[in-house]
């Protein structure tokens, strides 16, 4: 293993998150070795000078560290663990950081079944949406090797918040808190949903409603300012799509039936969670729940402006 920072970076997953993110880490000068399923996806990258990998085995072979920024657990099993994976061309002591919101199985089993060959691996998803991506503002939450978080930290300062990159604890910690993160965000857009469409449908003007929530103790960050772009420009942020969102949940009721703690709301917001995904499309965006409050009481929750 190389004591210094890593200057070669190897990116695979270059969807809404992972095009800012790769974007950001070649601004901040790190020569980038890119891979994808979608070659299209990374045109603008080479042109900027990157080097496209075939598979994300060349990727690993050609790079300092190699991250991975992907769907869903299956994504990051296959392109670890497959034939032409990472695992098939990284060097031993090389260094594998998953960005994605995930669970910790993929990383253990490596753990396990490498266990000789010495590989450094941190789990290090993030939050901030593809606006957070693109403009390198993201919150990382990183588990792992305390000498591996500080080896890594100008890579994630390219890629997020100086203030916010956190680390969590040992390898796992970063995907269990991402993924309750995620949780309580979710449940916080479906209560709003309700009442604000509760409130509505009982004659009180949504403004009003609005702010009397937030000058009041049930305040939230949601009702704050997340919510705003559905009721300002009827924005339910396709730059995360619903089915994704789906997954989180799923994951984060598998955490807690792991860990034996009951997850009844948790599971509730997810059955939400998949009847919109059913009645939307996989596409739509991750509050498109709002809009099921909107169908079914008849009302799109607008602002004519936003009142002070
Ligand atoms: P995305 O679907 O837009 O991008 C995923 C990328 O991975 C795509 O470009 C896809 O082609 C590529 N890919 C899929 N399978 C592959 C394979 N076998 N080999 C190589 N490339 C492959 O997803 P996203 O929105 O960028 O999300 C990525 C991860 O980040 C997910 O785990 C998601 O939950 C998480 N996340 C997303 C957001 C958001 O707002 N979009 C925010 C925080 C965290």
Request: charged share 20%.
């Amino acid at each position: 293993m190389t004591a210094t920072s890593p200057t070669r970076v190897g990116f695979i997953g270059l969807g809404n998150m992972g095009a800012g993110m790769s974007r950001n880490l070649q601004k901040a000068g790190f020569a980038l070795v890119v891979h994808d399923i979608r070659r299209e996806s990374a045109a603008e990258l080479i042109a900027g000078g990157a080097v496209w990998a075939e598979t994300p085995a060349e990727t690993a072979a050609q790079s300092d560290v190699v991250i991975t920024m992907l769907p869903t657990p299956r994504h990051v099993d296959t392109v670890v663990n497959s034939k032409t994976g990472i695992l098939a061309g990284i060097a031993d002591g090389g260094t594998w950081v998953d960005m994605s919101t995930s669970v910790p199985e993929v990383a253990q089993r490596v753990r396990v079944e490498q266990a000789a060959r010495g590989l450094h691996i941190l789990d290090a998803p993030v939050s901030g949406m593809a606006v957070g991506a693109a403009n390198g503002m993201l919150q990382i939450f990183v588990g792992g090797e305390t000498d591996d978080v500080e080896r890594l930290r100008p890579v994630f300062e390219a890629m997020g918040d100086p203030d916010r990159i956190l680390h969590v604890g040992p390898a796992g910690s970063g995907y269990a808190v991402k993924l309750m993160i995620n949780q309580l965000w979710f449940s916080h857009l479906v209560a709003t949903a309700e009442v604000l469409s509760i409130g509505v449908k009982a004659g009180v003007d949504l403004g009003v409603l609005r702010n009397s929530l937030i000058a009041s103790p049930a305040n939230s960050n949601f009702v704050q300012h997340d919510v705003l772009s559905i009721l300002t420009e009827g924005d339910y942020d396709e730059g995360f799509a619903i089915a994704l969102a789906c997954k989180d949940l799923g994951l984060s009721i598998d955490l807690a039936r792991s860990v034996g703690v009951p997850a009844e709301l948790s599971s509730l917001v997810e059955q939400i969670y998949r009847r919109a995904r059913a009645q939307y499309g996989d596409h739509a965006g991750e509050m498109t729940p709002v809009k099921l409050y909107e169908d079914l009481i008849g009302v799109d929750l607008r602002l004519e402006k936003v009142l002070t």
